[in-house]
């Protein structure tokens, strides 16, 4: 099943209203956390530039704003105008713009990172994605992806259990939109896993690419550096 950009764009405006709540059930409260090890594998300094692609409700790029400190600069960028507006009303701290993250609108190597949390398996072309963003950082400084991920062979069946059916259930529940939340396993099983993205992010010119698995390999965050 490939990914289709119109039906995606739909289903996130759909759901932005319960998304955040959505992401702290799904995570069991771990996502502020995980986000948190985002903004440190980013090595930001005050007064740095940073760009979070597919920023959804913004969440991580506020808290590359609280990194960057008063003199630097955070851009949100999402496909999807409902998920901005709700992160507008979060923060006028953020530069909040709609766009597409295999197109960035912005010069080469203008920021000190670019992360991207739960959005490169939404987008139809994944090692553009990433070439795409190391384009806009400056060499020496990093790109961090948060994604969901396939778990270990040992934990597969127990993360099936939740995505493939507690998660649609909650999406029935608390966002009126079962239809959405099976999306989620569907574009898990067509993603590969945490070695494969590592190998993708090299493709797109990434050098010294890591990962760390969390919550049983269900989620994984990679960090790549862009070379000289």
């Known amino acids: ?26 995570s069991l409260g771990m996502d502020g956390r995980w986000r948190g090890r985002a903004v440190r594998e980013a090595a930001l300094t005050p007064g740095d530039a940073a760009l979070d692609v597919c920023c959804g409700t913004g969440d991580l ?61 939404n987008l139809a072309d994944h090692e553009r994605s990433f070439r795409e963003m ?4 400056r ?11 396939t778990p270990p062979a040992w934990a597969a069946p127990f993360a099936r259990i939740w995505t493939d059916r507690a998660v649609p259930l909650l999406g029935r529940a608390i966002a009126r939109d079962a239809d959405a939340y099976s999306y989620l396993p569907e574009s898990v099983r067509r993603f590969p896993d945490a070695p494969g993205l590592a190998a993708v992010m090299r493709a797109a010119g990434l050098e010294d690419v890591r990962f760390r698995r969390v919550m049983l390999g269900v989620v994984a965050v990679h960090v790549g550096t862009v070379p000289a």
């Open 1 to 26: 099943m490939s990914v289709e950009p119109d039906r995606v764009r739909e289903m996130f405006d759909r759901i932005s209203p319960s998304y955040d709540r959505m992401n702290r059930l799904m």
């Open 61 to 121: 790029a506020i808290a590359l704003r609280r990194a960057v400190g008063p003199s630097g600069r955070v851009i949100g960028l999402d496909f999807s105008p409902q998920m901005l507006e709700v992160a507008r009303r979060k923060s006028d701290q953020v530069e909040w713009v709609q766009g597409d993250a295999l197109e960035l609108p912005f010069t080469d190597g203008g920021f000190a990172a670019a992360t991207v949390a739960w959005g490169v398996r």
């Open 134 to 137: 190391a384009r806009v950082v």
């Open 139 to 149: 060499a020496g400084g990093r790109v961090v992806c948060l994604e969901m991920s």
